[in-house]
């Protein structure tokens, strides 16, 4: 170990740029996972929003990877001494679409990294910034804000935030039982090592958790995707999402929307009625 490391502050401000080809076999693959009634996908395929995660995937080698699956610490993200790491929301504007066939190169800053004591112990919130563009224009396609927390181990015993409420008044709802294949194919089409998607016995026996964790990408695509279901055509500006609370394999969750105009509330929830993801979105006028 380091007997001085480099302050995890130091961090902020670093960069790297990564280039990708939209190719149609990811689109085609997501779409069969999601179920979608097969459609052509070729050169000039509009992607819909969050579908870009398919790209840039992280290709770390195997002799890199922890023990939980995901990369070891350090490289562009900072070392942060912490063992659990969660995609905890990210904020959207999309500018032009990105469509199959684009050459695309993603900017990323770190913007902030922030350290708290919350109730369970010490957190750490890494912020990064994305800026994608298409075949070498100057204006980003995509600007994302992309949320990490870092977190301690869960402790036996250690008592679970109060849960929320859902909100009612939902306009759209869908019911969907994620699964274990389900969130393997997600995992594999993303490139996501983590054991908490896929290894039951690592999920339950070391994270202390009851089941498989859904994705909250994965969640924040399938609001998207209602979305698209009930507004066909709507452009979307702007979208955000906030994690609240895990969502795990084998129970019914649900997916909400309100529309008001321009403004889309949408939001899911576990089979219990807890909220576990809220969002919002902005379209086009």
Known sequence: ???????????????????????????????????????????GTPLPPLWHWLYFLPLHRA?????????????????????????????????????????VARSSTIENVASKQGRSGPLVFVTVRHELHA???????????????????????????????????????RELVPDDVLLFRYSALTFNGHRIHYDRRYVTGVEGYPGLVVHGPLIATLLMDLLRRHAPGAEVASFRFKAV???????????????????VRLWAQDFEGWLTMDASAVLKG
């Open 1 to 43: 170990m380091n007997p001085n490391p480099e302050p995890l502050s130091d961090w902020i401000g670093r960069s790297e740029t990564l280039h990708d080809e939209i190719g149609a076999t990811p689109v085609k693959a997501l779409a069969a996972t999601l179920d979608f009634d097969p459609a052509p996908v070729g050169t």
């Open 63 to 103: 002799s890199e990877i922890g023990p939980d699956g995901h990369a070891r610490r350090g490289g562009f993200l900072p070392p942060v001494p912490l063992p659990r790491r969660m995609w905890a929301g990210s904020r959207f504007d999309f500018r032009a679409p990105l469509r199959v066939g684009d050459r």
């Open 135 to 173: 075949n070498g224009g100057a204006e980003p396609a995509l600007v994302e804000w992309h949320d990490i927390v870092y977190r301690d181990a869960k402790q036996p015993g250690e008592p679970e935030p109060a849960p929320q409420p859902a909100p009612d008044g939902a306009h759209w709802q």
């Open 245 to 263: 609370r895990p969502t795990f394999d084998g129970r019914p969750m649900h997916v909400n929307g309100r529309r008001d105009g321009d403004q």
